[in-house]
């Protein structure tokens, strides 16, 4: 199952293959921030606290915003972070604002 934790709603929703968390938090109408979908504008930032392995490997787009120690913390950008296999992941949105 994926937990995702949004702005003022958190839901527990079956993990989708291939469905970023963005897609997932605005499919179950999680209060999820974001704005480009494209990995650029980091509204929909948020932190893998559990299950990162379940997901694609940060893509380019993150590697170019977010920083070293941002991976280190498990951030991600919601609308890059892919589910890869069904699995346990938990997901909090942490906006800059
Ligand atoms: S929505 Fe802009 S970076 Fe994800």
Known sequence: M??????SI???VEPETGLTLLD??????????????RGTCSRCRC???EGAEYLN??????????EDEEFEQGLRLG???????????????????
């Open 2 to 7: 994926i937990t995702l934790k949004g702005r």
């Open 10 to 12: 958190q839901k527990i």
């Open 24 to 37: 997932l938090a605005l499919k179950h109408k999680v209060d999820w921030s974001f704005s480009c979908t």
């Open 47 to 49: 932190v893998v606290t």
């Open 57 to 66: 490997a940060p893509t380019d787009a993150e590697l170019d915003n977010l």
């Open 79 to 97: 609308c890059q972070a892919v589910v890869r296999t069904a699995g346990p992941v938990t997901a909090k949105l942490k906006p800059f604002f």
